[in-house]
């Protein structure tokens, strides 16, 4: 598509209320396209609304054409907000697809080719991969010799918009060993196809990973559970799957996995023996169980008699991601191993007052997620890849 992909420094910017951006080429007809969180945008001169810039939502957005070379936008002057415009430029003939790009089922190449992208800019080459989840991100942090891209930088990547996320590969060294974390994964609620969600996984896997440690925020389904308490997946309960909704649906290369691949030992016993003994190590028996996740696709929370019915399917926990990632993990070949953290407490009652809220679910994940972090940290040390 002869796209060019370029971060604006702040120098591009004219300091009042107008923001000038040079297109990077000789544009015959200038727009531009813009790498929202989930539609990327064909710009022309217009009012946009809603455009996800950075992870965050710019109500309102006024684009011109002044010229040949310059689109002029203007946004609310948060200075931060400006700092971290991107856009992607195209030329007048390029076939924009828009919706289009997030529907197309990427193939090996293209895959292959991120893949190759990714690791040409870092000089880490890491077999431990780790999502993190909503509020989890802070494992980041431990990691040394850090090496850091962001999704945005990544063309074909998509890009999360949910606070809490923030949406970047950390490579470096975890405890000594070389590790990628993700920090921030998109999910279906954003509006991404299940193959979109999960296409980060298959880049991993060209990017060398053979274990995928995939952390989340979960609500307590099991009555014995506790706000704050670590639950290690045993296995999960694909509820989309029910209606069609499976991240391998579409054409299937073998270089990838097989068609029809098996999930009965889908979270990897020796793994969770390890994490086991781990938390007996560490003194964390009273708050972490062993237990059933099931994935609902959000981004409304349960109702009461949805909780009731995952309840008596054996479910301990739900949550709005993992699944898709872990079907595609094991697909790929890889050994995964889950972790939720129970971040609020799923309402069983029709009457009751109290409801499920994403604040809630970051201010527990703030409180445990040092725990979650050595936890993670002390398998990361500990486990042969
Ligand atoms: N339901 C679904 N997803 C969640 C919840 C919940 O109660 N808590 C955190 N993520």
Redesign the pocket.
């Known amino acids: 598509m002869g796209t060019v992909l370029n971060r604006l420094f702040k120098e591009n910017f004219e300091p009042e209320e107008y923001c000038k951006i040079a297109l990077p080429f000789n544009h015959r007809s200038a727009f531009a396209k813009f790498r929202c969180g989930v539609a990327p945008l064909r710009i022309e001169t217009g009012r946009y609304e809603n455009i996800v810039l950075e992870n965050r939502v710019c109500h309102i957005c006024d684009v011109f054409i002044e010229d040949e070379a310059h689109v002029l936008l203007r946004c609310p002057l948060y200075d931060d907000f400006r700092n971290h415009l991107y856009y992607v430029a195209e030329t007048f003939n390029d076939n924009l697809n828009t919706l289009d790009d997030n529907q197309k089922y990427d193939t090996y190449e293209e895959i292959d080719k991120i893949a190759k992208d990714i690791l040409k800019r870092v000089k880490c080459r890491p077999q431990l991969g780790i999502i993190c989840g909503?509020g989890l991100g802070g494992l980041a942090d431990l990691v040394e010799e850090k090496e850091t891209i962001s999704y945005f930088d990544i063309e074909g990547f998509p890009v999360s918009t949910v606070p809490g996320h923030q949406g970047q590969f950390v490579f470096g060294k975890l405890r000594n060993k070389p590790v990628i974390i993700m920090q921030g994964r998109v999910h279906v609620y954003e509006g991404y196809p299940l193959h979109k969600v999960t296409l980060p996984i298959k880049i991993l896997k060209l990017m060398g990973v053979t274990t995928l440690f995939i952390t989340n925020?979960?609500?307590g389904i099991n009555r014995d559970y506790n706000v704050g308490d670590i639950m290690i997946m045993k296995d999960h309960f694909n509820i989309p799957g029910f209606s069609g909704l499976n991240p391998l649906i579409g054409p299937n290369d073998d270089r990838f996995g097989p068609r029809f691949p098996a999930l009965s030992n889908a979270y990897d016993f020796n793994l969770r023996n390890l994490a086991k003994k781990c938390v007996k190590e560490l003194g964390y028996t009273d708050f972490c169980r062993e237990g059933v996740y099931s994935m609902?696709t959000?981004p409304s929370?349960?109702t009461v008699t949805e909780c009731k019915f995952l309840l008596q399917c054996g479910v301990d926990a739900?949550?709005?991601s993992t699944v898709p990632e872990a079907i595609v993990a094991v697909y790929c070949g890889m050994k995964v191993f889950g972790l939720s953290l129970i971040?609020?407490s799923?309402i069983m009652e029709y009457d009751c007052k109290t409801c499920?809220n994403h604040e809630e679910?970051l201010e527990t994940a703030k409180l445990r997620s040092k725990d979650v972090q050595t936890l993670i940290s002390k398998m990361v040390a500990e486990v042969e890849v």
């Open positions: 909503s925020a979960a609500g609902l959000g929370y349960e739900t949550g709005m971040t609020n799923c499920a679910v």
